[in-house]
């Protein structure tokens, strides 16, 4: 029986395609198959260092059926490259998935790092570096973003995100919304031909994005809660546990315990159309077709 070969994480340029080691070159030169998110883009990169190789597609639309081809391939002997489309695979791309299949079936993983996003937009922004936490993207809805933010505004570590073109003047604003007005960084296009730089507070940045155009993928890193942060945080989430507790979509129950913590019933309006990323006009009209159907008949006012 031949031995199993070896999957390779290689780490490829995130955006200036010299931003490759030795290394990588050398491993990519080398195995037998290269899977890629996009072998559109994996080709090019191969073609800019001379190196032809056989690829495969390998993206989060098709990684349950590729994965089990690659993994084939590997208790064959075959020895795999993963790559993605920039920076390094698994990490908010296709790749976690492969990686834990092949670890089950005992085949060896070996990483061959490089360049990441992320740690090189935290290398240059100018903010504490030395505790912080990877978010990834956030959600595309806005109800569900508020609430991921808000979760954790009271946390001390310096926080990274990457975010689209289309949602980040959105999600910028509501973070200076909910997280305060903390300084930032923002860099978008990195290590490419117009990569640019924000820095300053959250409303700042906001402000700047908003007056120009931004096409390119952007990293955010924002500074971590201060002190005093910290336990306004930790109070509004005991506060938000009250709403939570009801079953999830009852307005009705949700209100009438926030009534019953102590607030009056425009702040309880206002608290539920933050938490659930509504308007309160939309709140109010929920709330008052909930308590007709309970037959109560007074408007929440």
């Known amino acids: 029986m031949a031995a199993f070969g070896t ?3 290689v780490a490829t340029p995130i955006g200036n395609l010299d931003d490759i080691t030795l290394r990588a070159m050398e491993v990519l030169r080398r ?3 290269i899977a890629c998110e996009d072998t559109r883009r994996t080709r ?3 073609g800019r260092h001379g190196i032809e190789a056989r690829c495969l597609s390998h993206h989060k639309f ?3 059926r590729s994965a089990v081809r690659i993994l084939e391939r590997l208790k064959q002997g075959s020895s795999v490259a993963l790559v993605s489309d920039s920076g390094t695979p698994g990490i908010s791309d296709p790749g976690s998935l492969l990686v834990s299949r092949a670890v089950e079936a005992g085949i060896e993983v070996r990483p061959v790092p490089g360049p990441n996003a992320a740690i090189a937009a935290l290398s240059g922004c100018g903010l504490p570096a030395g505790e912080f936490t990877f978010r990834g993207f956030l959600p595309h809805r806005a109800g569900e973003r508020r609430r991921v933010l808000a979760g954790l505004a009271g946390e001390a570590p310096t926080q990274l995100f990457y975010e689209s073109p289309a949602r980040v003047r959105e999600s910028i604003a509501d973070m200076a ?3 305060g007005d903390r300084r930032c960084c923002v860099v978008r296009e990195m ?3 117009f990569e640019q730089w924000y820095r300053g507070r959250l409303h700042e940045v906001a402000a700047a994005l908003s007056a120009e155009k931004t096409p390119g993928e952007f990293c955010i890193i924002v500074e971590g809660a201060a002190d005093g942060e910290r336990a306004q945080a930790a109070s509004t989430a005991q506060l938000g546990s009250v709403a939570s507790a009801a079953p999830p979509g009852s307005l009705a129950e949700d209100y009438g315990k926030l009534l ?3 607030l009056d019933r425009r702040a309880a309006i206002k608290h539920l159309a933050k938490e659930r990323g509504l308007e309160r006009s939309e709140v109010y009209r929920r709330l ?3 308590r007709a159907r309970q037959g109560v008949w007074h408007k929440p006012r």
């Open 7 to 9: 999957l390779y994480i």
């Open 31 to 33: 195995v037998d198959l």
């Open 44 to 46: 090019k990169l191969l």
């Open 62 to 64: 098709n990684e349950k």
């Open 177 to 179: 919304e909910i997280l």
């Open 191 to 193: 290590t490419k031909r």
């Open 260 to 262: 019953d913590a102590g």
């Open 288 to 290: 008052v077709e909930e």
